[in-house]
């Protein structure tokens, strides 16, 4: 007997190398064992059983497509950051999409807040996952932060050079970033901040692979986005056993829980660099101060982002679905 059709369709492909993709690429691999899946950047009338779109907006006209053409097979939308938090509210065509979904999944625990409570009933929250990978001795003679992000509003890169520039006469608290320059502007302010600050650089775009070794390496994942479906990277830093500290925000909370030490106001530069201070502080501590306690929560959190519990709850929907 012939194993169903999945179509995936997502907006971002490999080369754009972000989180769209990662998702795409994961859930394909995850299906595969009982379904015949296929990522597309675009539905055109391919052939499948069950559509799974990733992002209302951008997905909308082949979320219409398959709603027209295939109206008695079910439809998952999945929304990202962007779509929580600025396109529903907004955007006729994200809001259609939310109507046409039989299914609507959302990344962090905080996503279902943000929809009408007529929505929440079809609504999933499925965790994004990644392996576990080991934790590693770091040094105490400096502490080493890290910001993920492609130099982009959403991000706001800015909260990092500004920190850096708070942090400029510190030679044993090293920030770097890693990231596209998508935007010209904040572009140039990254390169001006290399200039300024000894202690700040710009690694530019890197491949998941080198991102990942960064991460390990590092003492702090740092993730000041100002909107979040609920990044990647902030799964990846915990499932490395490298603690994050994370602009208060939906899509943080989401993913890191209500009570977790390690937030600062979003774009809190000031904030966000007294933190780093502290952290550097603790690793001459016995107890570890807030390093310590950020890393005890974020291994705690760590079994939510397994792939074995992505898998199973990615199949158990699928199944559901297709009445397999």
Known sequence: MARPRIAIVTPALAAANNGNWQTAWRWSRMLSAAYRTQILPRWSGEAADLMIALHARRSAESIAAWSAARPSRPLVVVLTGT??????????????????????????????????????????????????????????????????????PEKSPETWHKAARILAERDDILLDHIGAPLDEELAAAARATAADCPNYRWLGALDHAQTLKRIQRAHLLVHASRMEGGAHVVLEAVRAGTPVLASRIDGNVGMLGADYAGYFRWGNAAQLAAMLVQCRQGQARADGGLLARMAAQCAARAPLFAPAREAAELRALAAELLGA
Not at 119 to 134: I, M, N, Y
């Open 83 to 152: 779509d929580l938090y600025r396109d529903i509210a907004v955007d006729a065509a994200a809001q259609r999409s939310l109507a046409l979904a039989d299914r609507l999944v959302v990344l962090q625990e905080q996503g279902p807040r943000m929809l009408a409570p007529a929505l929440r009933g079809k609504t999933r929250v499925v965790f994004q996952s990644t392996a576990a990978r080991r934790t590693l001795a770091k040094t105490r003679r400096h502490l080493r932060a890290l910001m993920v992000g492609h130099l982009r």
